[in-house]
Structure formats: structure tokens, C-alpha cells
């Protein structure tokens, strides 16, 4: 069933532009590497820094997007239509590593871009979704996939980048140049259901 709609070449399909990648500028961000590594050379042949693909589907990343919190039992056609939401609509950029010798998705982090009136119609970004597979931890893929989402926010025009996390997770956002700025930091939510 749906199998003769998602031919090759509409799963290899992106979300967003792959070429911008290419641009982000590695020493721009406070992280260390060590080893040093990029989204272009992420250190091993086997892995890949890309946008999401209608492939991904096929290749665990709603498994991996469960490592973080629930996510239903999203169908084949659920997916691919919100995909096709996400890039008509654009400000999207989901992004993913993946470990191609068993065409995995291991890491994946989203910006998603705000349009504004203030400052003179500008944009801002905002970083989701950020999980890296548990048996790959502390590899610094973290890393890698965060300051890939946060130097493409600046690579779009962003004026600024915002994120929500744990506590626990503070030092960790820190080492990659995100502040916690005085009387400016409280995420405050108003929840209307219980996440399914
Ligand atoms: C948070 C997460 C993405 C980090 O991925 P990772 O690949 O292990 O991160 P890295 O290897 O790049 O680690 C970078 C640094 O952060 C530290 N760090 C990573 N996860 C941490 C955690 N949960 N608590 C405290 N420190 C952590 C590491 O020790 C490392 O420090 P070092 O550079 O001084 O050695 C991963 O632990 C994860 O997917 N967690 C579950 C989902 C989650 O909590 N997402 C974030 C929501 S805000």
C-alpha cells in the first residue's frame, strides 16, 4: 500500500536546500571540537549532516524522535503530509545526521524561523527537537547537530536564536554560546491537553 507513490526519487526529496550546509563556517561557533569536526567532515565516511528526506520515514528517525518524548504512531501518509506542510510553508529546517552503513538517522535537531514586525521585519530562530540516539552519545554529535541548526540561523538572517531545556542541560547549550540572560530567562508554558 502506497508503495508505487514514494518512488525513489520522491524519497530522496529534501525539506530544505542541502547546499546551504556547505556554507556554515565551523569557526564561527565557541564549541570545541576535538576531534575537530563539521557538518561537511563529520569526522567518520559513514556519516552524514543533512536536511530531513521523506526517506527518513524508512530509516528510524520517528524512532529516534521517540528518545525524546512521545510521538504517536504516526503513518507513512501522516508523515509525508506533513512534510509537504512543513516545506510549502517553509521556515522549516530539520535537520538530521545519518550513519550510512545502516541507514539510520542518529542525530536530528529542527530551527524553525519566525517572521517578524520588530527590528525592521526581521527573523528569529528557534531550536526543537534536539536528540541524539542513546548508544551514540557522547561522541560530540550533540554538538554537531546543534551548532549545524545554530550557524544556519545566522546563516538565514536570524537576529537571534532561542532555545527551551532541562536544567541538567544548561552547561551543555553554554559550551556552544547560548547565555542565560538576567531577568530574561523564565520558559513558561500553558498546556491545553495532555501530549498524545
Ligand atoms: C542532549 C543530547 C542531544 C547530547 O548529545 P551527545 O551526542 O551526547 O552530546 P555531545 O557528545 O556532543 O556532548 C557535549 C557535551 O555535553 C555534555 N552532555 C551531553 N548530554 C548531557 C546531559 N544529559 N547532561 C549533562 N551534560 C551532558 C557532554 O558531557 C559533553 O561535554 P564535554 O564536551 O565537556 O565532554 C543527548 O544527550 C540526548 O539526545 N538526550 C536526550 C534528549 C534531550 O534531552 N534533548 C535535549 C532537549 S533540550
Known amino acids: 500500500m502506497g508503495m508505487e507513490k514514494y518512488n525513489e526519487d520522491d524519497n ?7 547546499e546551504i550546509l556547505q556554507k556554515l563556517d ?5 564549541a570545541k571540537f576535538n ?9 567518520e565516511d559513514w556519516m552524514v ?3 530531513l528526506q521523506r526517506a527518513d520515514y524508512n530509516k528510524g528517525f520517528l524512532q529516534l524522535l521517540s528518545q525524546l518524548t512521545s510521538t504517536g504512531n504516526i503513518s507513512r501518509k501522516q508523515f509525508d503530509e506533513r512534510f509537504t506542510q512543513m516545506k510549502s510553508s ?3 529546517y530539520v535537520t538530521v545526521i545519518e ?5 539510520k538517522i542518529i542525530g536530528a535537531a529542527t530551527l524553525t524561523i519566525e517572521q517578524k514586525f520588530i527590528h525592521n521585519c526581521s527573523v528569529r530562530g528557534r531550536l526543537e527537537d534536539v536528540v541524539v540516539n542513546d548508544t551514540y552519545r557522547g561522541k560530540q554529535l550533540g554538538k554537531l547537530i546543534v551548532v549545524t541548526v545554530s550557524l544556519l540561523a545566522e546563516e ?22 547560548y547565555k542565560l540572560e538576567p531577568g530574561n530567562s523564565n520558559a513558561m508554558n500553558m498546556r491545553f491537553e495532555e501530549p498524545s
Open 156 to 177: 538565514l538572517g536570524c537576529y537571534k536564536m532561542s532555545l527551551d531545556c532541562k536544567d541538567k542541560l544548561i552547561k551543555f547549550y553554554e559550551s556552544l554560546g
Open 26 to 30: 565551523f569557526n564561527k561557533s565557541p
Open 12 to 18: 530522496s526529496e529534501y525539506l530544505y536546500g542541502p
Open 35 to 43: 576531534p575537530p569536526i563539521s557538518a561537511t567532515k563529520p569526522g
Open 49 to 51: 549532516v543533512r536536511p
Open 90 to 92: 517553509g521556515g522549516y
Open 99 to 103: 550513519d550510512k552503513r545502516i541507514s
